[in-house]
């Protein structure tokens, strides 16, 4: 039985570039554990390409933000002795940290090359528009000044890619594929725009056994240097599925088998999670893109919606060992790349269907929680979630039964656990104008036992009854948990 299970992105993407952000994790440790949170995904450590980079467009990956390289020694989000206090004291808080790691591709290299390319269309990179290869200036040369060959002293040079994106001598963008002996894309990715090995930048070749052996030995060091609990692997899609796997074996091999992963599978697809999975023999968790997109259709079709189909066609369904449910993450959130985000009315429902089910690894993400800044601000939903957190760590254990019986309203019973003194819950979610209520059955040992909604929102006492069902009420378009609060109450006369 393991408590505290519940995951936070703890990141958005518009956070100010103050430098600060692993110092506002080092204060909020203690209060992410009190809520309920287990562990915190981070954001990418490494040096980006600029002081305001997210870390997506990942430079140095040896630079933690303790080197003097692109015009700043910290990362966005700090340096690497803040870093390293961040993680000491979530660690001695009792919350496991998973870094993000960006193996894609690298940017803002140190130095130009010549070398030659095909150019191909950009929605079927298979197929070769220039007539035949010629000559680019890309920006494919790293060599990290600052670093001097600290930790490591490979550069990388265009020998190292097999794609970027830029010709400098032309002032152009395209993409273009790099020639050379062995060179074309990675066959073992996502099949969209026929290959889509690549996606942005100078695009890591990992056909090149050097480049294997060096990003490989940085995921061991990186791990041993941080002492992190784990890795969310970003945009998998686009990497060798082989390397993936090597990569996961040999990294569990130096930190043990605790040592997690989550990647980021963009697809709909369950054959795509489930080739992954058996891929990587099972070492993989896999956020469930599939389930977020279900829950953003809820979101906007309303009564038109089937709650019953919820989890039709997710990881979650599927793979319910290896899924990491999720509501939005920084690429759903308004104005990013996916943007799909869920309405405010259906939010707390979203939460309830990732927070207190029996399966999947749910992850709350730091935008709904104390709000996102920027052009498309967003106001925080901690008090809608903390109840749903609490319920979580005190209440939603043991068997569950589903009442997925009805088109609006749906609802599932946690029995609760012995060892987990007045757990057990009863959960009800509506997406209609008149709202509803679901009969279930809590169990006869429960009669006469008086059940209040955590949420707040409806304020009857239910009293279960003599063979242990009671009829549990919800607002229009909403969600109520009930359960047995913790101190005893009473129904009005």
């Given at each position: 039985?393991?408590?505290?299970?519940?995951?936070?992105?703890?990141?958005?993407?518009?956070?100010?570039?103050?430098?600060?952000?692993?110092?506002?994790?080092?204060?909020?440790?203690?209060?992410?554990?009190?809520?309920g949170i287990g562990s915190v995904w981070v954001p990418p450590v490494t040096k980006g390409?600029?002081?305001?980079?997210?870390?997506?467009?990942?430079?140095?990956?040896?630079?933690?933000?303790?080197?003097n390289q692109k015009g700043t020694i910290p990362t966005k989000y700090g340096t690497k002795?803040?870093?390293?206090?961040?993680?000491?004291?979530?660690?001695?808080?009792?919350?496991?940290?998973?870094?993000?790691?960006?193996?894609?591709?690298?940017?803002?290299?140190?130095?130009?090359?010549?070398?030659?390319?095909?150019?191909?269309?950009?929605?079927?990179?298979?197929?070769?528009?220039?007539?035949?290869?010629?000559?680019?200036?890309?920006?494919?040369?790293?060599?990290?000044?600052?670093?001097?060959?600290?930790?490591?002293?490979?550069?990388?040079?265009?020998?190292?890619?097999?794609?970027?994106?830029?010709?400098?001598?032309?002032?152009?963008?395209?993409?273009?594929?790099?020639?050379?002996?062995?060179?074309?894309?990675?066959?073992?990715?996502?099949?969209?725009?026929?290959?889509?090995?690549?996606?942005?930048?100078?695009?890591?070749?990992?056909?090149?056994?050097?480049?294997?052996?060096?990003?490989?030995?940085w995921g061991k060091w990186l791990a041993d240097t941080l002492n992190c609990d784990g890795?969310?692997?970003?945009?998998?899609?686009?990497?060798?599925?082989?390397?993936?796997?090597?990569?996961?074996?040999?990294?569990?091999?130096?930190?043990?088998?605790?040592?997690?992963?989550?990647?980021?599978?963009?697809?709909?697809?369950?054959?795509?999670?489930?080739?992954?999975?058996?891929?990587?023999?099972?070492?993989?968790?896999?956020?469930?893109?599939?389930?977020?997109?279900?829950?953003?259709?809820?979101?906007?079709?309303?009564?038109?919606?089937?709650?019953?189909?919820?989890?039709?066609?997710?990881?979650?369904?599927?793979?319910?060992?290896?899924?990491?449910?999720?509501?939005?993450?920084?690429?759903?959130?308004?104005?990013?790349?996916?943007?799909?985000?869920?309405?405010?009315?259906?939010?707390?429902?979203?939460?309830?269907?990732?927070?207190?089910?029996?399966?999947?690894?749910?992850?709350?993400?730091?935008?709904?929680?104390?709000?996102?800044?920027?052009?498309?601000?967003?106001?925080?939903?901690?008090?809608?979630?903390?109840?749903?957190?609490?319920?979580?760590?005190?209440?939603?254990?043991?068997?569950?039964?589903?009442?997925?019986?009805?088109?609006?309203?749906?609802?599932?019973?946690?029995?609760?656990?012995?060892?987990?003194?007045?757990?057990?819950?009863?959960?009800?979610?509506?997406?209609?104008?008149?709202?509803?209520?679901?009969?279930?059955?809590?169990?006869?040992?429960?009669?006469?036992?008086?059940?209040?909604?955590?949420?707040?929102?409806?304020?009857?006492?239910?009293?279960?009854?003599?063979?242990?069902?009671?009829?549990?009420?919800?607002?229009?378009?909403?969600?109520?948990?009930?359960?047995?609060?913790?101190?005893?109450?009473?129904?009005?006369?």
């Amino acid at each position: 039985m393991e408590r505290n299970r519940t995951m936070m992105q703890f990141f958005e993407w518009n956070l100010p570039a103050d430098h600060k952000h692993w110092r506002r994790l080092e204060e909020r440790a203690k209060e992410l554990k009190k809520a309920g949170i287990g562990s915190v995904w981070v954001p990418p450590v490494t040096k980006g390409q600029s002081a305001e980079d997210t870390g997506y467009g990942v430079y140095d990956l040896f630079d933690l933000g303790e080197f003097n390289q692109k015009g700043t020694i910290p990362t966005k989000y700090g340096t690497k002795k803040e870093l390293e206090n961040a993680i000491k004291a979530c660690h001695e808080a009792g919350v496991h940290v998973y870094v993000d790691v960006v193996m894609n591709h690298k940017a803002g290299a140190d130095e130009t090359e010549t070398f030659a390319v095909v150019e191909v269309d950009q929605n079927n990179r298979k197929k070769v528009i220039s007539k035949k290869p010629f000559d680019i200036e890309g920006w494919t040369k790293f060599t990290f000044p600052g670093r001097k060959g600290k930790y490591s002293d490979f550069i990388w040079t265009f020998d190292h890619f097999n794609g970027t994106d830029f010709d400098a001598r032309e002032d152009r963008t395209g993409i273009f594929r790099i020639e050379g002996e062995h060179k074309n894309w990675n066959e073992n990715v996502d099949d969209e725009f026929g290959n889509y090995d690549y996606l942005m930048f100078a695009n890591i070749d990992y056909r090149h056994p050097a480049v294997r052996e060096e990003v490989i030995n940085w995921g061991k060091w990186l791990a041993d240097t941080l002492n992190c609990d784990g890795y969310r692997l970003d945009a998998i899609k686009h990497i060798d599925h082989k390397f993936i796997d090597e990569f996961t074996e040999q990294v569990k091999e130096e930190r043990g088998d605790d040592f997690f992963f989550v990647g980021e599978l963009w697809v709909s697809e369950i054959e795509s999670y489930a080739s992954m999975i058996e891929e990587t023999d099972g070492r993989i968790h896999l956020f469930d893109v599939p389930l977020k997109y279900n829950l953003y259709s809820a979101s906007q079709e309303g009564a038109a919606y089937d709650l019953c189909k919820i989890f039709e066609g997710t990881v979650v369904e599927s793979f319910p060992q290896n899924a990491v449910t999720f509501v939005d993450n920084h690429d759903t959130q308004p104005g990013e790349s996916l943007e799909s985000f869920l309405a405010d009315w259906f939010k707390q429902s979203a939460y309830a269907l990732i927070l207190l089910r029996r399966d999947g690894y749910p992850c709350v993400f730091y935008g709904d929680y104390y709000g996102i800044g920027g052009e498309h601000p967003v106001e925080a939903k901690k008090e809608a979630i903390d109840p749903l957190l609490y319920s979580r760590l005190h209440k939603a254990y043991g068997k569950q039964d589903d009442y997925f019986d009805h088109p609006n309203t749906i609802g599932w019973v946690r029995h609760g656990l012995k060892a987990i003194e007045r757990s057990g819950c009863a959960v009800v979610i509506n997406n209609s104008e008149e709202g509803g209520e679901k009969r279930m059955f809590v169990g006869a040992a429960r009669a006469g036992e008086h059940w209040v909604d955590l949420l707040n929102n409806r304020q009857e006492i239910i009293t279960i009854e003599e063979d242990g069902f009671a009829t549990f009420p919800v607002n229009p378009g909403s969600v109520s948990v009930w359960a047995l609060p913790e101190q005893d109450v009473k129904p009005k006369e």
